[in-house]
């Protein structure tokens, strides 16, 4: 399954995902799910500047309401990598909002 996730050149910034992540998110979310997360994530590349690791949180509805979140690793000066993908709860989401970490639009 293909998710339309690669590695993507934004301004000076590299994002690439890791080959467990895209392992981790087809074990734990359907088809659909997994391509919504993908394109969330794709739409948001552009504002994300995380520090050495950094969590972020986002929902997406389909078909039902699933939060989740994915870790992202600075390794190196412009070079950025999609380490993690999870489910979370509605609580850990809120947090992570709260801290400004989250890919969705409030």
Do not use: W
């Amino acid at each position: 399954m293909s998710t339309g996730l690669k590695q993507k050149y934004i301004e000076d910034k590299i994002f690439d995902v890791d080959e467990g992540f895209i392992d981790k998110l087809q074990e734990s979310f359907s088809v659909i799910q997994s391509m919504a997360i993908a394109k969330l994530i794709n739409k948001k590349l552009d504002s994300l500047n995380p520090n050495k690791t950094t969590t972020y949180g986002g929902v997406i509805h389909k078909p039902e309401a699933t939060f989740f979140s994915v870790d992202c690793v600075r390794l190196h000066k412009n070079l950025y990598s999609f380490t993690d993908v999870r489910e979370i709860d509605s609580d850990e989401y809120l947090d992570l909002i709260n801290l400004n970490l989250n890919l969705n639009e409030i």
